[in-house]
């Protein structure tokens, strides 16, 4: 099982980006998958989190702006963020709670990250 994160770039303040996840591997079943993120010098923080049945949570700074949404046909998530600003920049890691075939537990898999620099 892997996670493949994508979509990351330079944009200016003000502008959007769509990040994807997709999840691929002997999948039995997907439970949470969550957005995380980095800045420079920064811990990491979560960003925004969905859930199997498509409960949605986000941090406090980015609520409004993100949305996180899920195709779970296609085992992916998504983070569509508008009006982008400098201090979003950071690298964006996905992360799932996933259950493999053949396997009667959970375990946490995590994307490489996607980096997202907002600058003019």
């Known amino acids: 099982v892997q996670l493949q994160a994508y979509g990351g770039g330079l944009v200016p303040p003000g502008g959007y980006l769509r990040l994807s996840c997709a999840a691929s591997g002997n999948i039995a079943d997907i439970n949470f998958m969550r957005w995380y993120r980095q800045g420079p010098g920064k811990q990491r923080e979560l960003v925004a989190g969905?859930?199997?049945?498509?409960?949605?949570d986000y941090l406090h700074s980015v609520r409004g702006r993100f949305t996180i949404s899920r195709d779970s046909a296609k085992n992916t998530v998504y983070l569509q963020m508008n009006s982008l600003k400098p201090e979003d920049t950071a690298v964006y890691y996905c992360n799932a709670k996933i259950r493999a075939q053949s396997a009667d537990w959970w375990s946490p898999y995590w994307g490489q990250g996607t980096l997202v620099t907002v600058s003019s």
């Open positions: 969905i859930n199997a049945v498509d409960n949605t």
